[in-house]
């Protein structure tokens, strides 16, 4: 079945505690970002990668890293979370930048 | 700068009627994609349609249709005959791929909430 999967599903961690959310995507697609959903603010992007090894910051990338050493993979990083990164998180792939996106089930983070 | 309006924050209406969510977007370039998504309670979201700008034909997929002008701006989505499982919040979106990075810029969404 073609997807996006990511994990975790839900994490509650502390402020200043690395953590990795996991995004990967099994239909061959050059092109992944990361987008987070806020309550008045809508979603918007963090990052996105156009190919393996190519990545550029979104709207919203302070806080955040990324990295693209495989094709499927794009995990999301954050080395120092704050309790203003709370927030659902979403990946998405598209098999190039002009076509349609598909997200993953979403991360709902909770930074306390 | 590109921009999407959904002016409907809320909309309710009985299992049965038929409903249209508006959508109008703001975009300097001629090349351009809109998109609608549907993000159910469970949370995820679900790619519906893509249409590019040169493509004006109205799309029509079992009850739901899409009505694309380009003299209004704008792309609007009506499901027919409307079911409790159509209740979401849905999403109306563009992207302009003529630019480096092509994020899909979202509007605000509409909450459908169909009632038995």
């Known amino acids: 079945e073609a997807q996006v999967t990511q994990n975790p599903r839900y994490l509650i961690t502390v402020t200043g505690k690395k953590l990795t959310v996991t995004c990967s995507q099994n239909m061959n697609h050059e092109y992944m970002s990361w987008y987070r959903q806020d309550p008045g603010l809508g979603l918007r992007q963090i990052y996105y990668s156009m190919n393996v090894e190519v990545t550029d910051k979104g709207d919203v990338p302070e806080g955040y890293k990324v990295s693209r050493k495989e094709k499927r993979n794009f995990p999301l990083i954050l080395e120092s979370p704050s309790p203003n990164q709370t927030s659902l998180y979403f990946c998405?792939?598209?098999?190039?930048?002009?076509?349609?996106?598909?997200f993953g089930p979403g991360t709902r983070l909770t930074v306390t | 700068a590109q921009k999407v309006t959904q002016a409907q924050t809320e909309i309710s209406v009985v299992e049965k009627e038929d409903v249209t969510l508006d959508c109008v977007y703001e975009t300097r370039d001629t090349t351009y994609y809109l998109f609608w998504y549907k993000q159910p309670p469970s949370g995820e979201l679900v790619f519906l349609i893509r249409r590019n700008s040169f493509d004006e034909q109205n799309e029509i997929s079992g009850r739901y249709s899409w009505n694309f002008q380009k003299s209004t701006s704008s792309f609007n989505f009506t499901i027919t005959a409307s079911q409790v499982v159509d209740s979401a919040v849905y999403f109306c979106?563009?992207?302009?791929?003529?630019?480096?990075?092509?994020?899909?810029?979202f509007g605000k969404g509409t909450r459908l909430s169909v009632i038995a």
């Open positions: 979106a563009l992207s302009e791929p003529t630019s480096g990075n092509t994020p899909l810029v």
């Open positions: 998405a792939s598209s098999l190039s930048k002009a076509r349609e996106k598909y």
